[in-house]
């Protein structure tokens, strides 16, 4: 509509139903934006209008301060006089959630009415300030005590203050901002008894509104604003339940999460007519839609754009929210404003227009050679298959049908059906044809059009002269679809009833009856409900009909895509919910060889493709956004946030198995791309577009996934890879190797290879990968199969095709964390490798780090890699050889002050040293506290400071310099100074030397003293040895028997005659010495006449004959401790047992002379002798 600019705009909750005020008449419309019906008046124009929020009544207030009802079902409008409003004009107008409604005048005056069709009635009135805006506070439904007809209403009056409307006289203050700012936009949650409210200051007010209707102040935040902004243009809608969009006249809409009280950004995208002398973008309204979770913003430049929300109530991030579109309007002036219709369609208001933007399914065909793209509501470019020429047809009425068949182009635009040719030579667009034609069922076949009418659908030639026709009954319904492929067509009624035909030069004959559409039996119960068939498309060989359905009356969308056999009637389906996605279209393949005798081979007619889209998260209600400028009543909600990964388009292809759709590849559409018009073996047909307009839109050919490196004329090969993608899809691996087995074109086995990823067909794929002449990737393979998990062989040969998605996938299958840090980190992705070490990996965060650093290093990113290796806790090394590489040296040193790493102090100071300077590296030396190699660098200085590094060397909190005390004695050594050389030698544990000086100096105390204390037997030895050497017999003794050589230190005391010496030996022996050892101590004894010594060395020394003998000879006692040390243990040996026996009667022997009888018969007991043990 053109004209009086439009003054109000307002559109039902529930209904498809909209209203906007123009001059002295308010038109309400459809959702296409056809006028059902006007409400006029002569004398006055409109001032406000609201919709009942659940009837389709429309109340309208007028400048002269009178009211107006409009009901759809009801007679002519009713006016009712308002004497209350003081003949000033109704600025406001709003309902409760029932049949009260209040309406406000420019003198303050507020009257509450009733509605009781057709009319108003009076209930009360109540007068405040003058009132700019009123908006009613619905109340939760079921847990408030509280009526939804009582009347509460919230108003402003321009300023600071909110008014509460109840059923007193007087209007009284509910709550006051600040007195410097003015409420601006006010919004109402039921939920939570939230207000928010939005003041000229661009400050948001959290109100919370108690039982008693008391408001108390929650928060209060101030919005951070640039400098450009037009903050007069402030609005504020709920963008979500919970969620409030705030537009403060710049580019930028700031969402506030009232749960949270967290507040965030989301910028407008840029835009082709961006640029650096482009004038600002600046938001002048705000329109949401909660039914398909939409939010809008139109500027001042004519530019709308349309989000659509992927999270949550809890949602306090930008990435939620998604540009599903973005345009400029028609009329480049500025939008003033916005509002979604309850189905979703968006009336726009600029200046003297009004329009109504429908969301639409863009209309596409591809058939015979030409694909056909509508672009705009009235226009559509057709793009020949072969050339690439391009057409534009412009028909400047609304398309609602479109099919193509080079050269005709069919083209209904609601009441008319429009013929044209197109001239591929010339590029022009003729029209043949254009008559009435009440149904948009048409479809175009090179021998003719099929069209709808009376009942029939027929075949007419291009001259639109009737040739055949196929009638419909009651019972059959009324064509809604029709579809052609190659010489088959099918129909689909309004009953979801399919019929199939077969179209000839002058025939169009039925197949089989007609079939009843309906889901398969795998599908859900809640699918089962009313639905239409939104699609339907019929294969190359007329046996298969793939089909979309769509819920009767809103609801769950059905996100399967389903596959009728016309041979068995069996319908199977494909649930793309799995993906996350929903169908936007199907289409079959057009096989090249459609037409020629013969026709397409079954398997190539077996394939399909299907366009989608993400799949929603549920609504939390069917409520749409309400003004920005009122009070609106909204609730909250939660709905389910998809994943980041399905949250684009997507082009899945099918193959319709006997045992079900089952799924052949899956990817996501580039953002240029507009549509799937079609697909014909190798390639998918697509149109891409850079821009609006059509000369900008493109056909674009992708290669289907199995056929990469095919050529288009190659016959041969498309049909055996056609087999092959077949066979890979239902798994029949073996079928598929059969069929691609001979063929030597590398991207084929690259393919099969790919395909073995999924189906873990490992010894597959080293066939393949041997075929790709791939070496390294075939010796991958190899090492990976040695793995435990199959899964890590098959992400191994993911990676080496390029496929890190799927390798990713299947390293988390396996729980193999490591490898998935080393991916990450072999494709570059170093923050998500550090962040994966971190949580799951711990044990290679370091080595991850150090690796990162290492990348950033050979890129020249020397700051970022130094950060990275001093996380890495390598640092000291790192970092000063990448500044002393750069020739970074003052840098370094000025690193080296400020840091407190030890271990790169002791590097500075070592290069100090290298340059030398020996005191700059001491004080760097004296920072880590390294005592040693301070002492050193003071002994090897000159002079050397000696008494310094004494200091050091007895300083107790400096354990690392006692070894440093070696270059002190070396010192004193070289000044002839032994004592003390001797002295630091013996500090610093260097005791060799020590005795080196000792042996040079024949100091005998010294070198005894030094060989005790050190514990190294072979230095006890050699000294022992020095005395021997000079008949010093005693400290060789004492020397030998400290290194371990007792026999030695026996050998000295028998040649010294130190028998004082050799008792004190025999004492520290235990029976585990050498017996040899005990025989020469027992031959000294004896000789000494130590008798019981003697008798305890043999003992020790197993000589227990010689033993019991002396003890009889010389009258040495025989202690139990003795006899038992001479029992020897049972033997299975008859041989050692009788030596046992014998030995034992022996001892008992020895015992009963010596009258020690227990021990006596003790021992004839364990021989067996118990005669003998009695007596």
């Known amino acids: 509509e053109e004209g009086t600019p439009a003054t109000c705009v307002g559109a039902h909750r529930s209904l498809p139903l909209a209203a906007y005020a123009m001059g002295n008449k308010a038109l309400i419309v459809g959702e296409e934006g056809d006028v059902i019906a006007t409400v006029q008046r002569a004398a006055s124009n409109v001032s406000a209008l609201?919709?009942?929020?659940?009837?389709?009544?429309?109340?309208?207030?007028?400048?002269?301060?009178?009211?107006?009802?409009?009901?759809?079902?009801?007679?002519?409008?009713?006016?009712?006089?308002?004497?209350?409003?003081?003949?000033?004009?109704?600025?406001?107008?709003?309902?409760?959630?029932?049949?009260?409604?209040?309406?406000?005048?420019?003198?303050?005056?507020?009257?509450?009415?009733?509605?009781?069709?057709?009319?108003?009635?009076?209930?009360?009135?109540?007068?405040?300030?003058?009132?700019?805006?009123?908006?009613?506070?619905?109340?939760?439904?079921?847990?408030?005590?509280?009526?939804?007809?009582?009347?509460?209403?919230?108003?402003?009056?321009?300023?600071?203050?909110?008014?509460?409307?109840?059923?007193?006289?007087?209007?009284?203050?509910?709550?006051?901002?600040?007195?410097?700012?003015?409420?601006?936009?006010?919004?109402?949650?039921?939920?939570?008894?939230?207000?928010?409210?939005?003041?000229?200051?661009?400050?948001?007010?959290?109100?919370?509104?108690?039982?008693?209707?008391?408001?108390?102040?929650?928060?209060?935040?101030?919005?951070?604003?640039?400098?450009?902004?037009?903050?007069?243009?402030?609005?504020?809608?709920?963008?979500?339940?919970?969620?409030?969009?705030?537009?403060?006249?710049?580019?930028?809409?700031?969402?506030?999460?009232?749960?949270?009280?967290?507040?965030?950004?989301?910028?407008?995208?840029?835009?082709?007519?961006?640029?650096?002398?482009?004038?600002?973008?600046?938001?002048?309204?705000?329109?949401?839609?909660?039914?398909?979770?939409?939010?809008?913003?139109?500027?001042?430049?004519?530019?709308?754009?349309?989000?659509?929300?992927?999270?949550?109530?809890?949602?306090?991030?930008?990435?939620?929210?998604?540009?599903?579109?973005?345009?400029?309007?028609?009329?480049?002036?500025?939008?003033?404003?916005?509002?979604?219709?309850?189905?979703?369609?968006?009336?726009?208001?600029?200046?003297?227009?009004?329009?109504?933007?429908?969301?639409?399914?863009?209309?596409?065909?591809?058939?015979?050679?030409?694909?056909?793209?509508?672009?705009?509501?009235?226009?559509?470019?057709?793009?020949?298959?072969?050339?690439?020429?391009?057409?534009?047809?412009?028909?400047?009425?609304?398309?609602?049908?479109?099919?193509?068949?080079?050269?005709?182009?069919?083209?209904?635009?609601?009441?008319?059906?429009?013929?044209?040719?197109?001239?591929?030579?010339?590029?022009?667009?003729?029209?043949?044809?254009?008559?009435?034609?009440?149904?948009?069922?048409?479809?175009?076949?090179?021998?003719?059009?099929?069209?709808?009418?009376?009942?029939?659908?027929?075949?007419?030639?291009?001259?639109?002269?009737?040739?055949?026709?196929?009638?419909?009954?009651?019972?059959?319904?009324?064509?809604?679809?029709?579809?052609?492929?190659?010489?088959?067509?099918?129909?689909?009624?309004?009953?979801?009833?399919?019929?199939?035909?077969?179209?000839?030069?002058?025939?169009?004959?039925?197949?089989?009856?007609?079939?009843?559409?309906?889901?398969?039996e795998d599908t859900d119960a809640a699918d089962q409900g009313p639905f239409v068939i939104s699609r339907a498309r019929i294969n190359a060989r007329g046996k298969k009909v793939a089909f979309l359905r769509k819920p009767a009356a809103g609801g769950r969308p059905d996100t399967r895509v389903h596959v009728l056999d016309l041979d068995t009637d069996v319908v199977s389906s494909y649930d793309l919910a799995q993906l996350g996605q929903t169908p936007v279209d199907v289409c079959w393949n057009r096989p090249s060889s459609l037409g020629a005798p013969g026709g397409p081979a079954e398997t190539e007619c077996l394939l399909l493709a299907v366009e989608t889209a993400p799949l929603k998260a549920a609504p939390g209600s069917d409520d749409a956004g309400g003004d920005a400028s009122i009070l609106h009543a909204e609730g909250e909600g939660e709905g389910d946030k998809p994943s980041a990964a399905r949250e684009s388009r997507q082009v899945c292809s099918f193959f319709a198995a006997p045992n079900g759709v089952m799924l052949h590849h899956h990817e996501p559409l580039p953002k240029d791309i507009v549509c799937v018009a079609g697909v014909t073996v190798p390639n998918l047909i697509l149109c891409s577009a850079t821009g609006p307009n059509p000369n900008d839109h493109k056909q674009v050919q992708r290669r289907l996934r199995d056929f990469d490196g095919m050529a288009n004329d190659d016959a041969k090969l498309r049909d055996a890879l056609v087999q092959f993608a077949y066979c890979s899809t239902i798994g029949n691996m073996d079928e598929a190797y059969k069929n691609v087995k001979t063929i030597k074109d590398a991207s084929v086995w690259s393919n099969l290879a790919r395909m073995c990823v999924s189906s873990g067909r490992m010894d597959v794929a080293e066939v393949c990968l041997a075929n790709m002449k791939d070496a390294v990737a075939a010796r991958a393979l190899r090492e990976a199969r040695q793995e435990a998990e199959p899964e890590v062989a098959q992400a191994s040969l993911a990676m080496s095709l390029g496929m890190l998605d799927e390798a990713e996938k299947l390293l988390r299958q396996a729980k193999r964390n490591d490898l998935l840090t080393e991916l990450y980190a072999a494709c570059g992705k170093w923050d998500v490798a550090t962040k994966h070490a971190e949580t799951h990996d711990r044990i290679r965060i370091f080595p991850t780090l150090y690796r990162h650093a290492q990348h950033l290093e050979g890129a020249g990113e020397f700051e970022e890699a130094l950060k990275l290796y001093q996380k890495a806790r390598c640092y000291g090394n790192e970092g000063p050889r990448i500044l002393f590489m750069a020739n970074r040296v003052d840098e370094l040193r000025a690193t080296v002050t400020r840091s407190d790493d030890k271990e790169l102090i002791k590097w500075w100071a070592q290069f100090l040293e290298s340059t030398n300077d020996i005191d700059g590296a001491i004080q760097q030396y004296s920072r880590v506290n390294d005592g040693f190699n301070q002492v050193r660098l003071l002994c090897e200085r000159r002079p050397p400071d000696i008494d310094r590094a004494i200091e050091l060397v007895a300083d107790p909190e400096l354990p690392s310099a006692r070894g440093a005390a070696y270059f002190i004695a070396r010192h004193f050594e070289e000044q002839r100074s032994i004592q003390q050389a001797m002295q630091f030698y013996d500090t610093a544990g260097a005791y060799k030397n020590a005795l080196r000086l000792a042996k040079e100096n024949d100091m005998t105390a010294d070198i005894v003293s030094i060989s005790l204390k050190c514990g190294d037997k072979h230095v006890a030895l050699e000294s022992g040895a020095f005395f021997e050497e000079r008949g010093m017999y005693d400290k060789a003794a004492q020397l030998y028997q400290k290194g371990g050589d007792s026999q030695r230190a026996i050998d000295v005391c028998i040649k010294g005659g130190l028998y004082d010496e050799l008792h004190r030996i025999s004492e520290s022996l235990d029976a585990a010495a050498d017996p040899e050892t005990f025989i020469a101590m027992a031959e000294h004894f004896i000789v000494s006449g130590h008798h019981a010594k003697a008798v305890q060395m043999l003992v020790f020394g197993k000589a227990f004959n010689e033993a019991l003998q002396l003890c009889v000879d010389n009258d040495v006692p025989l202690t139990e401790e003795m006899a038992e040390a001479m029992t020897l243990p049972k033997s299975s040996s008859q041989e050692d047992e009788e030596y046992r026996i014998s030995l034992l009667k022996k001892i008992a022997k020895v015992a009963k002379a010596q009258e020690s009888w227990y021990l006596a018969c003790k021992k004839y007991t364990q021989a067996g002798g118990g005669g003998q043990g009695g007596e």
């Open 50 to 520: 609201a919709w009942h929020p659940h009837q389709p009544v429309l109340a309208v207030g007028w400048h002269d301060g009178n009211m107006s009802i409009w009901n759809q079902n009801g007679p002519e409008p009713s006016h009712t006089g308002a004497p209350q409003h003081e003949s000033s004009g109704v600025v406001a107008v709003a309902w409760t959630d029932g049949n009260v409604l209040c309406s406000a005048s420019k003198t303050g005056a507020a009257v509450v009415w009733m509605y009781e069709a057709p009319k108003l009635g009076v209930i009360h009135n109540a007068r405040c300030n003058t009132v700019a805006a009123i908006r009613s506070l619905v109340p939760l439904h079921g847990t408030d005590d509280k009526p939804s007809d009582e009347p509460r209403f919230l108003a402003t009056a321009g300023g600071a203050e909110a008014f509460m409307i109840d059923d007193g006289q007087q209007a009284h203050t509910c709550f006051q901002i600040d007195q410097d700012s003015a409420i601006v936009s006010l919004l109402w949650s039921p939920q939570s008894r939230v207000i928010l409210v939005l003041s000229s200051t661009s400050t948001v007010y959290q109100y919370h509104l108690a039982p008693d209707d008391n408001a108390h102040l929650q928060s209060k935040n101030k919005l951070s604003i640039g400098p450009n902004a037009d903050a007069s243009s402030s609005t504020m809608v709920w963008a979500f339940p919970g969620i409030a969009a705030i537009a403060t006249g710049d580019d930028t809409v700031r969402m506030y999460n009232v749960a949270e009280e967290a507040m965030y950004t989301v910028a407008l995208p840029e835009s082709s007519a961006d640029g650096p002398n482009a004038q600002p973008q600046r938001i002048n309204a705000l329109a949401s839609c909660r039914r398909k979770h939409l939010f809008a913003a139109g500027t001042r430049l004519g530019r709308i754009v349309v989000w659509s929300f992927n999270g949550t109530a809890k949602s306090d991030d930008e990435s939620d929210w998604q540009v599903a579109t973005s345009m400029d309007a028609p009329h480049r002036y500025a939008v003033d404003r916005l509002h979604f219709t309850a189905r979703g369609a968006m009336i726009m208001s600029q200046g003297a227009i009004t329009s109504t933007l429908q969301e639409t399914t863009r209309l596409r065909a591809y058939g015979h050679n030409a694909m056909a793209v509508q672009t705009a509501p009235d226009t559509a470019v057709i793009i020949t298959h072969n050339s690439g020429a391009s057409f534009t047809l412009r028909n400047g009425t609304r398309i609602k049908a479109l099919d193509v068949a080079m050269p005709q182009v069919v083209v209904h635009t609601g009441r008319h059906l429009e013929i044209y040719s197109l001239t591929e030579s010339t590029g022009s667009v003729t029209q043949l044809h254009s008559v009435e034609m009440p149904s948009s069922v048409v479809a175009v076949h090179p021998d003719g059009v099929l069209t709808y009418k009376d009942n029939k659908v027929t075949l007419q030639t291009l001259q639109l002269h009737p040739l055949q026709s196929v009638g419909f009954n009651e019972a059959e319904g009324t064509p809604t679809l029709i579809d052609v492929m190659g010489d088959f067509c099918c129909v689909v009624t309004s009953i979801n009833k399919l019929k199939v035909c077969r179209i000839s030069p002058r025939d169009l004959k039925v197949i089989g009856p007609a079939r009843q559409l309906q889901p398969g």
